[in-house]
C-alpha cells in the first residue's frame, strides 16, 4: 500500500480525546506506514500522545485547532462559525492536499456540510453518500464485507462518506477508514 496520510479529528465524538488517540495508536500497530495527523488542541493532545506512549512516533503529528464542534451544534452554526474547529481543520488539510483522508467521529450533519461546503461533490452526485459499517457483536474485530461505499469515476474526486456502526469501536474504525481510503478516492469519513 502506498503512504497513507489520515487527518484525524481528534476531539470530535462522544466518548473524548483518549478514545481518540487510543484508537490512533492502535491503527498504527495494524498498518504499516500509515501517518496520522492529529487535528486539535495541542496541549490536550500532547498529553494523550504521551500517555499513550506515541512521542517519539515519526508517523504522528498534532495540528493545533481552537475550537471543537459539539455533537449537539446544528451544521450551519459548525460551518458558518467554528472555522477553526477540529473538524474543519482536518477538512482543510485534506482539500489542501496535505492528507488524502479525514477521519472524525464527531457531528455527522456538520461533517457533512463542511465536507459538501469546502470539498464539494463528485461531478453529477448532488448529495454525500452514507455507508453503513456494521459489526458482528460487540466483541468483533473484523467489519462485515457488506460495507457499501460511494464511488468516483476516473475522472472525478469523492469527497465524504459518512459510515455508522452499531457499537463504536474506534480503532476498527480507523483501521477501516484506511483500507477504504487507500482503495478508493473518497476523502472525508465519519463514524457515528
Not at 161 to 177: D, E, G, K, M, P
Amino acid at each position: 500500500m502506498a503512504k497513507l496520510i489520515i487527518a484525524l479529528d481528534a476531539m470530535g465524538g462522544d466518548h473524548g480525546i483518549s478514545v481518540t488517540v487510543d484508537a490512533a495508536r492502535l491503527a498504527m500497530d495494524e498498518i504499516p506506514g500509515l501517518e496520522l495527523v492529529l487535528v486539535g488542541d495541542q496541549q490536550q493532545l500532547q498529553g494523550e500522545v504521551e500517555k499513550h506512549g506515541l512521542s517519539d512516533n515519526p508517523g504522528i503529528r498534532i495540528h493545533h485547532a481552537s475550537e471543537v464542534v459539539g455533537m449537539d451544534d446544528l451544521p450551519v452554526v459548525a460551518l458558518k462559525k467554528k472555522k477553526d474547529s477540529s473538524m474543519r481543520v482536518a477538512i482543510n488539510l485534506v482539500h489542501d492536499k496535505s492528507v488524502q483522508a479525514c477521519v472524525s467521529a464527531g457531528n455527522t450533519g456538520a461533517l457533512m456540510a463542511t465536507s459538501k461546503f469546502v470539498l464539494k461533490t463528485i461531478r453529477g452526485i448532488s448529495r454525500p453518500a452514507i455507508c453503513i459499517a456494521s459489526f458482528a457483536d460487540r466483541s468483533a474485530d473484523t467489519v462485515d464485507p457488506s460495507i457499501s461505499s460511494a464511488s468516483a469515476d476516473d475522472e472525478g474526486d469523492g469527497f465524504c462518506a459518512c459510515a455508522s456502526s452499531r457499537w463504536f469501536n474506534a480503532s476498527i474504525c480507523l483501521v477501516t477508514a484506511a483500507n477504504f481510503f487507500s482503495t478508493s478516492r473518497i476523502r472525508s469519513l465519519t463514524i457515528s
